[in-house]
T-cell receptor, first 113, second 111 residues
Framework: NAGVTQTPKFQVLKTGQSMTLQCAQD?????MYWYRQDPGMGLRLIYY???????DKGEVPNGYNVSRLNKREFSLRLESAAPSQTSVYFC????????????FGPGTRLLVL | GQQVMQIPQYQHVQEGEDFTTYCNSS?????IQWYKQRPGGHPVFLIQ?????EVKKQKRLTFQFGEAKKNSSLHITATQTTDVGTYFC???????????FGAGTRLAVHP
């Protein structure tokens, strides 16, 4: 049981470049989430997916797109990276909803120059 | 919108001292969760409180949920160096499937 896995672990981008952050879980969870973590600001929800085929915006969705490829995988795409998107990105999953434990991946550290 | 606030932002203690972090929500919460994040790591679930006035213990950690279900606290007795990290509280808000996190309290423990 790997839990929640994320790739890549680290990435450096130039302003305007695009990239996709990958996330997968092997716990048969229905809900998946993308957060960003900035110093002193805790975790802020970017997008979430309550089930396969559905996605919804969180607190800070601007500049991001997501795809729930199947039950296991939930990807986050930056179409045109900006320095303000420098952050640590965490993917998480839970069985059904936010009443239940969220399991986090190891994170992706992204630097946009 | 709903806000979840935590105090203090940072605290350092001598090993063996007690530590408390407080969490306050601008709205009533159906439940509150606590997570711990070690330096360089990812958040790990500690506990969930659901009932008004609920108190739960995990070894040296004591969690409380306020009577009005708008505040919560985490108390660590006799801190150890293994307690180092950032402690976050989080509550459902802004929609059925959204969790609002506090900014966290970073704990440093000096041996």
């Amino acid at each position: 049981n790997a839990g929640v896995t994320q790739t890549p672990k680290f990435q450096v981008l130039k302003t305007g470049q695009s990239m996709t952050l990958q996330c997968a879980q092997d716990m048969n969870h229905n809900s998946m989430y993308w957060y960003r973590q900035d110093p002193g600001m805790g975790l802020r929800l970017i997008y979430y997916s309550a089930s396969e085929g559905t996605t919804d915006k969180g607190e800070v969705p601007n500049g991001y797109n997501v795809s729930r490829l199947n039950k296991r995988e939930f990807s986050l795409r930056l179409e045109s990276a900006a320095p303000s998107q420098t952050s640590v990105y965490f993917c998480a999953s839970s069985y059904r909803n936010v009443w239940e434990t969220q399991y986090f991946g190891p994170g992706t550290r992204l630097l946009v120059l | 919108g709903q806000q979840v606030m935590q105090i203090p932002q940072y605290q350092h203690v001598q090993e063996g001292e007690d530590f408390t972090t407080y969490c306050n929500s601008s709205t009533t919460l159906s439940n509150i969760q606590w997570y711990k994040q070690r330096p360089g790591g990812h958040p790990v679930f500690l506990i969930q409180l659901v009932k008004s006035g609920e108190v739960k213990k995990q070894k040296r950690l004591t969690f409380q949920f306020g009577e009005a279900k708008k505040n919560s606290s985490l108390h660590i007795t006799a801190t150890q160096t293994t307690d180092v990290g950032t402690y976050f509280c989080a509550g459902p808000g802004g929609g059925y499937n959204k969790l609002i996190f506090g900014a966290g309290t970073r704990l440093a423990v000096h041996p």
